[in-house]
């Protein structure tokens, strides 16, 4: 199916890193592995933000990517015209009432964010082509619109701070 929306020479790119890590069935493979925090990642794991790959050095030792809050969808997916443009990202700084800060700021979309290891060979970077294929598969999942706050967190929670309205 995803050849319907990608030339197949992607397609190649993507299935040779894919099969270049399929001796790691369960995944502990550090080149597809990404370390977040217990918020980050469920909301990770939703479809709430997505990185979209920028470049990989020569020496695969700096991994830039973007960041990117996937925008709140205000309606039922099934009464969404399809003619109609998705929201837009720019600039936003939280999502479905969450946030994530870096240091003193609140992390918006664009954000150019880099990754960094001395070693490539003992401690790889994600890898680019995957990286490129998540951050595809999340915008189309960002379509569908993620799980309401209180599924994925549990009604008690309060992480996650409703934003004051002025």
Known sequence: MLNLFWPS????T?????DANKSDIYGENPSNMLCL??????MWNIGTFAFK???ISEDKKVLTMQFFWQAERGQDMADIDL???PPSTQDLDSAYSCWLAYGDERMKSGRI?????NDPVAFPLP???????QWFCRRVLAMAGPAREDEWLGEESDVCEEEDEE
């Open 9 to 12: 020479e992607k397609l190649a």
């Open 14 to 18: 993507w299935r040779a890193a894919v």
């Open 37 to 42: 925090n217990p918020l980050a990642n469920a």
């Open 53 to 55: 790959p920028v470049s």
């Open 83 to 85: 003619l109609t443009a």
């Open 113 to 117: 964010v880099t990754m960094t290891t």
């Open 127 to 133: 890898s680019f082509e995957l990286f490129e294929m």
